[in-house]
């Protein structure tokens, strides 16, 4: 900032210290400027790197997670049954091999192999039939066994409860000039205690 000289002052002597004064400014905003860099670890983001980085969301969803689980949980299961059916193949299919092998020279016995095959796979579609309606039928019989354990509970349950009821109906029963009815109460004693003796 400039000033007119005045009637007996020079304006140079100012115009060194202003100089100076904004060089000793610099200085310092130059020094913590790379304090700064040197702190947050060089320079700053890229401008690409910061739109990416602000794209990108990191949001916690605890539904996608549970649906990821229950994904890769029956893709397990999954791979769990094919390979299964991989070794029961292998197994009945093996016998077959072996034979045709031993049979390769002689064309009827080959035919005959080839008929066998294909017999084995219908009798496996049906032993896999027979298995699947096994199981339902035992997963049937023991859903019919808790049904019944479930009901017999609710019976009980009903029982006692109703049981209760009238118990505290007793209990709680009073005369016409609201004294509590003692009969009931002395047979309950009693009962308790005959119970804790027995």
Sequence with gaps: MKKNPGP?????????????DH???KGQY?????????????????????????SRTNDYNPSLV???????????YVSKYKRSLRQQEQQAGGNVATRQWED????????????????????????????YENKREEEEKARVEMEASIQAKKEERQKSDAQ??????????????????????IEHLLQTIQGSTS
């Excluded at 007996?8 to 100076?20: A, K, L, P």
């Excluded at 549970?66 to 397990?76: D, G, H, I, L, V």
């Excluded at 209760?164 to 029963?173: D, G, I, P, Q, Y």
């Design 8 to 20: 007996g002052g020079s304006s140079n002597d100012e115009d060194v210290r202003e100089n100076t």
């Design 23 to 25: 060089h000793k400014f």
């Design 30 to 54: 130059s020094k913590k400027k790379k304090k700064n860099m040197k702190r947050l670890g060089g320079r700053g983001l890229s401008l690409q790197a910061f739109a990416n980085a602000k």
């Design 66 to 76: 549970k649906k990821q689980r229950e994904f890769y949980k029956n893709a397990k």
């Design 104 to 131: 390769s020279g002689e064309t009827e016995e080959a035919s005959k192999v080839n008929h066998k095959n294909k017999k084995n796979k219908k009798n496996r579609a049906h032993s896999l039939r027979e298995l």
């Design 164 to 185: 209760r009821k009238s118990l505290k109906e007793k209990m709680f029963k009073k005369t016409k000039s609201g004294q509590p009815v003692m009969k009931y109460r």
